[in-house]
T-cell receptor, first 117, second 114 residues
Framework: GAGVSQSPSNKVTEKGKDVELRCDPI?????LYWYRQSLGQGLEFLIY????????KSGLPSDRFSAERTGGSVSTLTIQRTQQEDSAVYLC???????????????FGPGTRLTVL | AQKVTQAQTEISVVEKEDVTLDCVYETRDTTYYLFWYKQPPSGELVFLIR??????QNEISGRYSWNFQKSTSSFNFTITASQVVDSAVYFC???????????FGKGTTLSVSS
């Protein structure tokens, strides 16, 4: 079956511009996560969606970052007024649920490499 | 606070050597979950294994084996008879019962030469 897909695979933007990154989770997965991978900080959690519940935004680094998930499926991560320190690979993951048992195993997409000039 | 430490930043071995990747974790929870992921040069994180804190049985899958020891808070990963295709960055991760996110270690870069 299809895995997690993300688009675009690469994005180059100028400082100050807004960008939108898209994630399509595995069909049937109710939980969706965004992470950021950068050389200096490693893999960092950004935001989590579970069904229709309010998202866990505890990992968002600033109010320039936001995300939404429409219809419990596709998610968009938006970064406003991009800065050079936003350059990183943004990874999306999904899982069947966030409970005990193997349903919480997160499966990752290929990522979007964002470069802010 | 939760933390995952992978003390080995880089490891280089020659094909057919065995190699062990170390992972030490910290958590106050009695129920938690441990994971290993592989990130090959293509960049995608590939799930390898999930282990519950209450299941200390070691696991073997082909050339891969995992040693979980709660007494030392370690979840080490061994590749037997390594191959060039094993070259990748390997991440150990932790999630506690209440948490949502995975807490990742910094990763260990494994290079296997022929």
């Amino acid at each position: 079956g299809a895995g997690v897909s993300q688009s675009p695979s690469n994005k180059v933007t100028e400082k100050g511009k807004d960008v939108e990154l898209r994630c399509d989770p595995i069909s049937g997965h109710t939980a969706l996560y965004w992470y950021r991978q950068s050389l200096g900080q490693g893999l960092e959690f950004l935001i989590y969606f579970q069904g229709n519940s309010a998202p866990d935004k505890s990992g968002l680094p600033s109010d320039r970052f936001s995300a939404e998930r429409t219809g419990g499926s596709v998610s968009t991560l938006t970064i406003q007024r991009t800065q050079q320190e936003d350059s990183a690979v943004y990874l999306c993951a999904s899982s069947l649920a966030r409970t005990s048992g193997s349903t919480d195993t997160q499966y990752f997409g290929p990522g979007t490499r964002l470069t802010v000039l | 606070a939760q933390k995952v430490t992978q003390a080995q930043t880089e490891i280089s071995v020659v094909e057919k050597e065995d190699v062990t990747l170390d992972c030490v974790y910290e958590t106050r929870d009695t129920t938690y979950y441990l994971f290993w992921y592989k990130q090959p040069p293509s960049g995608e994180l590939v799930f390898l294994i999930r282990r519950n804190s209450f299941d200390e049985q070691n696991e073997i899958s082909g050339r891969y084996s995992w040693n979980f020891q709660k007494s030392t808070s370690s979840f080490n990963f061994t590749i037997t008879a390594s191959q060039v295709v094993d070259s990748a960055v390997y991440f150990c991760a932790l999630r506690d019962q209440a948490g949502t996110a995975l807490i990742f270690g910094k990763g260990t870069t494994l290079s296997v030469s022929s």
